[in-house]
């Protein structure tokens, strides 16, 4: 049994314009120990699948179907004090915005050790000596005097280090990263990134790390998620989705990427993907890509909704038109 | 900082005057704000030095992209350049002309040929005007034309960067982030500018979208001949648009030169630190750069 | 040259908009901000109930008096301080008036004065908190500075030394004290406004055209306030209505045989105790009014608040 196993996730809202249909069926596992990354653009539904996970989605949002079992116990029929307990113990999470994330008003210590007390049951004493250890091992110099600073003291890549050490206060076999390094500079994100790997080496802790960034997930994820519009479109090994994307969204999404490095750059024009995002609250009834897809011909693809299905070992696609299949040179975009 | 290099790109060479400053030359543009202390009489303790002694040029036709992280002064500089802020030394000259000593006509004259794109395009259209009215609004602070041929021109413009024209009487909140970002485009291209300064104009936008503005840029760029200034975070994105780059850090110019040479030959320890920073989408190349950031660890480092 | 330039442009224009795709898409389509705004304001069941409520208090002020028989001034000693009875719904006052269509007709002036003090206090509030705001620095700061001195001031006191300098209490030296003593609120506030909206990239965009000070004020800085200043107007009225109210319980009210609901008070003032109904009835009037605009405020605060405008 995986650590994480989500069944056929429907989280919807209501709205006064309809039902807004955000995350609509969604299944993947999460192994011990492992790096997952989902990754997609604004509104496809990675965020909204996490929280849905944890409990943390808001009305006029709630799941609708679909379980969340983690270590056997299915999170999304959990309320109140044993959700709590999970949260914070089992499964820590950190958000996008650091600045934000650290009430401004209590001392970085007593946000640490507010965990250690609460999940641990520690004393004052042992709960400090703990925090300095976790202050230590995400690299914040002078942990013990920094311990009882506030937060407008520290940067935001450090805020973010902090927010690191309390999710991981309680030593959780899962980490859920929301878009970790997305307010941060590149350079404080780089050293981020590094300590994300040196703890997942140190602790076996599984981390989900969403992230809308296709180099940050190349550069930190063991096999990888696409969404698109509330649905994975596909699914495979960090090598194997950038060897050898399928899915035409995939496909689409890496040809639009500015290149670093490279010959002709600057006078070459960039691949875009004409259109925007379907409509969540009335999906099209086919493959939800169709509309921008090259490959979306005079067959069904607009009609009848594609599976998840298996094109290879351990690489799931949601599409009638993958890579692998086509025949012909595509239709240029 | 590295001596001013003239370029060698493909296609037409720079449009530099005689003694090779290009279209917008700025010398040691200095911006300090002062931190004023004190309660009753304000006195000026320190400065936040923004900008700090940059030059560069923009060449007619060319990109210079301006990266940098945040703090490093490349907004504040290109405020700068336009007069929206006022240096507190250095000279700005646009065609030869020195901005920062001109008189408010003359300024305003000038604001024809330079314009802005912003970075929030949530914050950069007035909500309560029409779209047309706001592609127009260059048009009527000029006095150019007559209502019909500014209507005219408006819906071109609204063409020119992808729309229908029937649009020009809806409002910014009808549209999306991409399609708000083409509506500040077609605002700033509508005086016919010869320069464009570019605020980290596709930030706020998804990878696709992203694609799609920075596409349209390129393409205006040869169509109309502009120069852009193009400020941005991005290496990559940077990278597709320019033609020279400047690379700020904390308010100076730490490295300046070609594209192509900056990229792949960068001599400052903070640019090298900072192109080896970005993370590549190609997982294969994980471990190489990781070894790379490793030599730049010093640099990479944060202060407390 | 510029015109030359112009023309080529335009030709490119021409030539680059017939050759473009149309790729940007259709616009989302959305409801209308009003729609948003309207029903915002109806989620707010008490500012609903409060809106009704004060169409109802409009409408009695209003209809009253035109469709009732009796004549407000006619003085009948034998009918004097009638209880509240289906002939009288309100009683009769000391004189034997009726005191339905006195209240109806008080509440015209009540309501009139409250209104007209309102747009007087909107147009001082917003003329110097806008300038104030718009021009910043020093100016922005003396301005400041004077506003604070007269802050100090106590509101009434304020209110009736300007009445007692002109001398007369008639609508428009009432209208004039009450505003003089209450305008400070709302130019702090539309400062601020101004200050914040300065800061919006629309704001500069314009800077950068090189529009000239006063089409940014009235094209892009105080078109963007009107939501403010509408939810202020709700804020003041209530302040302003009791303001006058005050002032006329006081003995400074308009003069008889014009009456308002503060003056209608005090006349029921001495008689309190053998009949309470002559100043609880006006009293519960201005506490309608009052409590039924702060209500709409908070409705028409929550019809605006750009925190639930979604974005794409």
Redesign the interface.
């Known amino acids: 049994m995986a650590l994480l196993e989500v069944r056929d996730l429907h989280t919807y809202f209501r709205t006064r314009a309809g039902e807004v249909r955000a995350v609509d069926g969604v299944s993947f596992d999460v192994e011990a120990g492992e790096m997952l990354g989902i990754v997609g653009?604004?509104g496809c539904g990675k965020s909204v699948t996490v929280l849905s996970l944890m409990g943390l989605v808001q009305p006029p949002g709630r799941v609708v179907e679909g379980s969340a079992l983690f270590q056997g116990r299915d999170l999304t029929k959990l309320q109140g004090r044993e959700l709590e307990d999970i949260r914070g113990r089992d499964i820590g999470m950190i958000f996008q915005d650091p600045m934000t994330s650290l009430n401004p008003t209590l001392t970085i210590g007593t946000q640490i050790t507010e965990t250690l007390r609460r999940h641990l049951d520690m004393d004052k004493k042992q709960a400090r000596k703990r925090a300095v250890e976790l202050l230590d091992e995400v690299h914040i110099?002078?942990a013990a005097q920094r311990l009882d600073d506030y937060p407008h003291r520290y940067?935001g890549?450090?805020r973010q280090r902090v927010m690191i050490a309390i999710a991981m206060a309680c030593n959780p076999k899962l980490l859920i990263a929301d878009e970790p390094t997305t307010a941060l500079?590149?350079?404080?994100?780089?050293?981020v990134?590094?300590l994300f790997?040196e703890l997942r080496a140190q602790h076996d802790m599984a981390v989900i790390i969403i992230t809308?960034?296709?180099?940050?997930?190349?550069?930190t994820a063991n096999n990888i998620i696409v969404m698109y519009a509330g649905q994975i479109v596909e699914q495979a090994a960090?090598?194997d989705l950038?060897?050898r994307p399928e899915h035409p969204y995939t496909e689409?999404?890496?040809a639009?990427?500015?290149?670093?490095?490279g010959e002709g750059?600057?006078?070459?024009?960039?691949?875009?993907?004409?259109g925007?995002p379907p409509d969540l609250i009335d999906p099209p009834p086919g493959c939800r890509f169709a509309p921008r897809c090259a490959y979306a011909g005079h067959d069904d693809c607009a009609a009848v909704p594609p599976d998840l299905r298996e094109i290879r070992p351990d690489h799931w696609v949601r599409s009638q038109h993958p890579a692998s299949e086509r025949a012909a040179e595509p239709v240029g975009v | 900082m590295t001596e001013l290099q003239t370029q060698q790109?493909?296609g037409a060479g720079p449009a530099a005057s005689s003694n090779g400053e290009g279209l917008l030359s700025v010398r040691n543009l200095k911006k300090y704000f002062p931190i004023r202390k004190g309660l009753l009489i304000e006195r000026t303790a320190d400065y936040v030095k923004a900008v700090d002694d940059v030059s560069f040029d923009v060449y007619a036709g060319q990109t210079l992209g301006l990266v940098g992280?945040?703090g490093s002064g490349k907004s504040t500089t290109g405020y700068c350049v336009?007069q929206?802020l006022k240096p507190t030394s250095g000279s700005v000259k646009f065609d030869g002309k020195e901005l920062t000593t001109m008189n408010r006509r003359g300024?305003?004259?000038m604001?024809?040929e330079m314009?802005?794109v912003?970075?929030?395009p949530?914050?950069?259209?007035?909500?309560?005007?029409t779209v047309g009215d706001i592609v127009g609004?260059?048009l009527v602070?000029?006095n150019?034309g007559n209502r019909r041929s500014r209507r005219r021109?408006a819906?071109?413009?609204l063409?020119?960067?992808?729309?229908?024209?029937d649009?020009i009487n809806?409002?910014p909140?009808?549209?999306?982030?991409?399609?708000r970002q083409?509506i500040?485009i077609a605002?700033a291209l509508a005086?016919?500018p010869r320069l464009i300064v570019c605020d980290e104009p596709v930030s706020a936008l998804?990878?696709?979208?992203?694609?799609?503005i920075?596409?349209l840029l390129?393409d205006l760029q040869k169509?109309?001949g502009l120069a852009y200034l193009f400020i941005a975070?991005?290496?990559?994105?940077v990278?597709?648009?320019?033609?020279q780059i400047a690379v700020m850090n904390k308010g100076e110019l730490v490295e300046y030169g070609p594209?192509e040479t900056v990229?792949t030959q960068p001599k400052d320890q903070y640019s090298q630190?900072?192109?080896?920073?970005?993370?590549?989408?190609?997982?294969?190349r994980?471990r190489e750069?990781?070894e790379e950031?490793r030599k730049h660890k010093d640099?990479?480092?944060?202060?407390? | 040259m510029?015109t030359d330039?112009?023309s080529e442009?335009?030709a490119?224009?021409?030539r680059?908009?017939?050759a473009?795709?149309?790729?940007?898409?259709?616009?989302?389509?959305?409801a209308s901000?009003l729609k948003d705004a309207l029903h915002r304001f109806s989620r707010n069941r008490a500012a609903v109930v409060a809106a009704f409520a004060f169409l109802v208090m409009v409408a009695f002020v209003t209809f009253v008096p035109i469709f009732r028989d009796a004549d407000p001034n006619d003085v009948d000693f034998s009918k004097a301080f009638l209880s509240p009875s289906l002939d009288y719904p309100f009683g009769t006052d000391e004189f034997g008036r009726d005191l339905f269509v006195r209240t109806a007709l008080g509440g015209r002036i009540s309501i009139a004065i409250g209104f007209a003090a309102t747009f007087a206090i909107m147009l001082v509030g917003v003329v110097y908190g806008a300038l104030s705001g718009f021009a910043g620095g020093r100016v922005d700061n003396g301005m400041m500075r004077f506003l604070d001195a007269l802050y100090g001031l106590p509101y009434l006191p304020f209110a009736i030394i300007t009445l007692a300098i002109f001398g007369r209490v008639n609508f428009w030296t009432m209208v004039v004290a009450l505003t003089v003593a209450s305008w400070f609120t709302t130019a702090r506030v539309m400062r601020g406004q101004i200050i914040t909206l300065k800061e919006?990239?629309?704001v500069?965009?314009?800077?950068?055209?090189?529009?000239?000070w006063y089409?940014i004020l009235f094209?892009?800085l105080l078109?963007?306030t009107l939501g403010v200043i509408l939810i202020f107007v709700f804020l003041e009225l209530p302040g302003v209505v009791l303001g006058e109210a005050f002032l006329s319980f006081l003995g400074m009210g308009i003069e008889p045989p014009k009456a308002s609901w503060g003056s209608l008070a005090q006349d029921g003032y001495t008689a309190y105790q053998a009949h309470p109904y002559i100043i609880v009835i006006p009293s519960l009037c201005i506490g309608w009014l009052i409590l039924s605009a702060f209500f709409i405020a908070d409705g028409l605060r929550d019809a605006l608040d750009p925190r639930t405008?979604e974005?794409?």
């Open positions: 653009e604004s110099p002078n940067s890549g450090m500079d590149v350079t404080v994100q780089a050293g990134l590094d790997h809308h960034d296709m180099g940050v997930v190349a550069e960090a090598l950038f060897d689409a999404l890496l639009a990427l500015p290149q670093l490095e750059i600057r006078e070459g024009r960039l691949l875009s993907i004409p925007r | 790109t493909d992280e945040s336009l929206l300024l305003r004259q604001r024809r314009q802005i912003f970075q929030d949530y914050a950069s259209l007035n909500p309560r005007m609004e260059p602070v000029h150019v021109s819906e071109q413009l063409e020119v960067v992808g729309f229908n024209p649009f809806r409002y909140h009808e549209f999306s982030g991409g399609q083409r500040g605002r005086l016919n998804d990878v696709s979208i992203q694609a799609q920075l596409n390129k169509e109309f975070h991005d290496l990559a994105v990278r597709a648009m320019s033609d594209a990229y630190a900072l192109l080896a920073a970005v993370p590549v989408p190609d997982p294969r994980m750069r990781r950031r640099v990479l480092a944060e202060p407390v | 510029l330039r112009r442009f335009e490119t224009l021409t680059t908009a017939e473009r795709s149309q790729e940007a898409g259709a616009a989302i389509a959305r901000l919006n990239d629309y500069r965009a314009a800077n950068a055209l090189g529009a000239r089409r094209r892009h078109p963007n405008r974005k794409f």
